[in-house]
Structure formats: structure tokens, C-alpha cells
């Protein structure tokens, strides 16, 4: 295999789930039948990588200061939704009918990978708690060993902000991701949180 090939290979590993032989078959494909495809998608994802940060007010992913939907008028700013990732915030903005605010954590507790709160943005999220706006915090994070403990913290975060904590139902199944539930599941787990 050319060394340029085989880079190309192990660049495209490290995406989530791809392993040797699929990262090969994209390589192949991209180069044997679809060029024009190949350059539109390196253009995009050095536009993407270059031009996309975190929003200011949520931390998720936006190529402006603050998101669209920190921007958007009309959604309840007494509500704040906080979830693991941008995935997450996406599958819960498509399946519920969420009208609040969100903050987006970017992972989860977990002293072993050296994720703390400081990584977490918990800081920011306190900052924005002490605001006074928000009246419920709705902790969405993944039925994990971690989703768990994290959501535990942002209870006394909300807690010693005076702010009334709330949990998604479990209708989601333990060690399942939120972004990969079917929408009628994740819209009942959302309806039927609970307080922590």
C-alpha cells in the first residue's frame, strides 16, 4: 500500500466505530469513485475544524459567539437542559418538545480520563445558576456509571444555587447514549423526569 494511502487509512480511524478494514473501504471508495466527494468532504472538514467553536452561553458547537438557540427568543429561560454532548442536545431538540435553554458538558465525570468539573465547564454552569433565571435544571446525561455521578454533582450545583434539580425518567436503557434512542423512547424519558 502507498504511504500516502495507508495515512489516509489511519486518519479516517479515528472516527468512532471504524476499524482497519472499514476505514480501508472509505479510502477506497473515496478515491476509486467519488474524487470530487473526497475534496468536498476534506474542504468542509478543514472549514469545520478551523470555523466551529463552542457557543459563549451553551458550549455547544456553533461558528458564532452564541448559538442559534441561545439567540432565539421564546423559549423559556426558567428551564436549563444540561447534556453530555452536542449529539445529545440535537436528539433531544428532534425527538421532545423542549422549549428551554441547554448547556452542553462536552463528557462526563470521570477523575480516570481526567475529566473534572473544570473540564466540564461546572464553573460556567454555576456562573449562569447565579444568574437567577433559571428555576429548574434538568439533568440529561447518559444512565452511566459516570452519566450518574455527574448527574449527582449537578444536583448540588442547582441545589446550592437554589435552583430546583430534575432528572430524566430512566425509560432510557442503562448504558445507552442518548443520541442513539429511538425518539418515542427519548420523548418519554424527557416528559417523565424526576426530581433528584
Known amino acids: 500500500m502507498s504511504p500516502l494511502l495507508d495515512e489516509l487509512v489511519q486518519a479516517l480511524r479515528c472516527l468512532p466505530g471504524v476499524g482497519a478494514k472499514s476505514a480501508q473501504r472509505m479510502a477506497f471508495q473515496l478515491l476509486e469513485r467519488d474524487r470530487a466527494g473526497a475534496r468536498r468532504l476534506a474542504d468542509k472538514l478543514i472549514a469545520a475544524v478551523e470555523r466551529i467553536g463552542l457557543c459563549q452561553r451553551c458550549r455547544t458547537f456553533t461558528e458564532d459567539p452564541q448559538c442559534s438557540l441561545c439567540r432565539a427568543s421564546g423559549r423559556d429561560d426558567e428551564l436549563l437542559c444540561v447534556v453530555e454532548s452536542p449529539a445529545d442536545l440535537y436528539a433531544l431538540e428532534q425527538a421532545t418538545g423542549y422549549r428551554g435553554r441547554y448547556f452542553v458538558l462536552h463528557g462526563r465525570l470521570s477523575p480516570l480520563d481526567g475529566r473534572g468539573p473544570r473540564e466540564l465547564g461546572l464553573d460556567l454552569l454555576a456562573e449562569r445558576l447565579a444568574e437567577g433565571q433559571v428555576k429548574e435544571l434538568i439533568v440529561a446525561t447518559n444512565p452511566t456509571v459516570e452519566g450518574e455521578a455527574t448527574a449527582h454533582y449537578l444536583a448540588e450545583i442547582a441545589r446550592a444555587a437554589g435552583?430546583?434539580?430534575?432528572?430524566?425518567?430512566?425509560?432510557?436503557?442503562?448504558?445507552?447514549?442518548?443520541?442513539?434512542?429511538?425518539?418515542?423512547?427519548?420523548?418519554?424519558?424527557?416528559?417523565?423526569?424526576?426530581?433528584?
Open 163 to 196: 435552583v430546583s434539580p430534575t432528572r430524566i425518567a430512566h425509560g432510557v436503557p442503562v448504558g445507552g447514549e442518548l443520541e442513539y434512542i429511538d425518539r418515542s423512547t427519548l420523548a418519554h424519558a424527557f416528559s417523565g423526569r424526576l426530581k433528584v
